[in-house]
């Protein structure tokens, strides 16, 4: 009677696994590629894709920063560092998830060169859920927005736009997500 309920269980579980791997297919990864427009320091459009870079908040276009008692309009120096990453290459971005306002969050690339990272090395953006390491770097070697006072990108908007702040991109959160949505299909 034992081997009976083991091997009922293992069917049971056999098929839970069949029904989430149909249902993954629904998660497929995105890929944009093209010509990008450089929105601001964490965001671009390919075409008609709009992304948010994940796992980085950089500050936003209109965002002023403060360097030796002077303000300087870093949302606009971020934004131009990312320009200058990509200086006219094709950009590939690819990711599964989508942020509130439908844009995909996604891990993009340059000349063989990830973006996101290269952000967050620089110091023209947070970490926001990954890349911790790479902000403690900056934070000590005082680059980009690190080597003056700042508020963070989250704050900022919450403070001068009253809009809800963004959920950061960590990877717990992404399983929530996808249960979520797992779910929401059923």
Known sequence: MRR???YGLAVILLGLLILLAARLDRFATRT??????????????L????????????PEYSQVC?????????????????????AGQPVSCSGWQRDRYGRLLGDCVA?????NRAQVVAGWAVAYGDFETEEAVARAAKVGIWGGTFERPQDWRANHRGA?????????????????EFFRFQ
Request: charged residues 30%; aromatic residues 2%.
């Open 4 to 6: 009976l309920a083991d």
């Open 32 to 45: 944009a590629e093209g010509a990008a427009i450089i929105n601001d320091g964490d965001s671009i459009t």
């Open 47 to 58: 075409g008609a894709e709009r992304i948010r870079m994940r796992g980085i908040d950089a």
């Open 66 to 86: 403060r360097k030796d008692g002077v303000d300087y309009p870093c949302g606009k120096l971020s934004r131009q560092y990312l320009v200058g990453l990509i």
């Open 111 to 115: 000349g063989g060169k990830d973006l």
């Open 164 to 180: 809800p702040v963004e959920a950061r991109h960590s990877p717990l959160a992404a399983v929530g997500d996808a249960l979520r």
